[in-house]
T-cell receptor, first 114, second 112 residues
Framework: AAGVIQSPRHLIKEKRETATLKCYPI?????VYWYQQGPGQDPQFLIS???????DKGSIPDRFSAQQFSDYHSELNMSSLELGDSALYFC?????????????FGPGTRLTVL | EDQVTQSPEALRLQEGESSSLNCSYT??????LFWYRQDPGKGPEFLFT???AGEEKEKERLKATLTKKESFLHITAPKPEDSATYLC?????????????FGTGTRLKVLA
């Protein structure tokens, strides 16, 4: 079965650089969530999109922005990177409609900021 | 404030030694409770969804139960391959959108 696809899987950046993470949800899934997970921590919700519009906002820094495109894929843009941004970034998607509440996670992008 | 607390933080079991993981939650409106398994460096893998008190779900050696305040993940006769971090998440209804709140997880280690 198709799963959530994230790219790249690994990314190394210098401080103050920018990064773009991509997420391709499972087909027929119209809701996308972004999470940041530091070592030994639970996933921290950043932002979500439903039908290409922002649906909820969590602890996303102002330096980050995201959007969802017409094909439902989403991109997380990160600027002025800081050392503390080093983490695993997960995307999750959810199917449209009532009764479909489970999120399915992608494999993650490991971002290292040097 | 919506909150999810998991206990214990870490658990070591001998192979075959059954135990339970706890997830306590406080949310204004519960939409659903979810259990995930996460292996190091990988994305959380969906296990169960529970919607109402009294509901139970089973999958192989795992059984999830739900009350009005907490959920338990029972592991029967665990094997070393069950070693992972188990995450509990609650879907809360807020401002017309659905927010997910994660607990900090229980790191399970099953020894052969």
């Amino acid at each position: 079965a198709a799963g959530v696809i994230q790219s790249p899987r690994h990314l190394i950046k210098e401080k103050r650089e920018t990064a773009t993470l991509k997420c391709y949800p499972i087909p027929r899934h119209d809701t996308v969530y972004w999470y940041q997970q530091g070592p030994g921590q639970d996933p921290q919700f950043l932002i979500s999109f439903y039908e290409k519009m922002q649906s909820d906002k969590g602890s996303i820094p102002d330096r980050f922005s995201a959007q969802q495109f017409s094909d439902y894929h989403s991109e997380l843009n990160m600027s002025s990177l800081e050392l503390g941004d080093s983490a695993l970034y997960f995307c999750a998607s959810r199917e449209a409609g009532e009764g479909y509440n489970e999120q399915f996670f992608g494999p993650g992008t490991r971002l290292t900021v040097l | 404030e919506d909150q999810v607390t998991q206990s214990p933080e870490a658990l070591r079991l001998q192979e075959g030694e059954s135990s339970s993981l706890n997830c306590s939650y406080t949310v204004s409106g519960l939409r659903g409770l979810f259990w995930y398994r996460q292996d190091p460096g990988k994305g959380p893998e969906f296990l169960f969804t529970l919607y109402s008190a009294g509901e139970e779900k089973e999958k192989e050696r795992l059984k999830a139960t739900l009350t009005k305040k907490e959920s338990f993940l029972h592991i029967t006769a665990p094997k070393p391959e069950d070693s992972a971090t188990y995450l509990c998440a609650v879907q809360a209804i807020g401002s017309g959108t659905y927010k997910y709140i994660f607990g900090t997880g229980t790191r399970l280690k099953v020894l052969a």
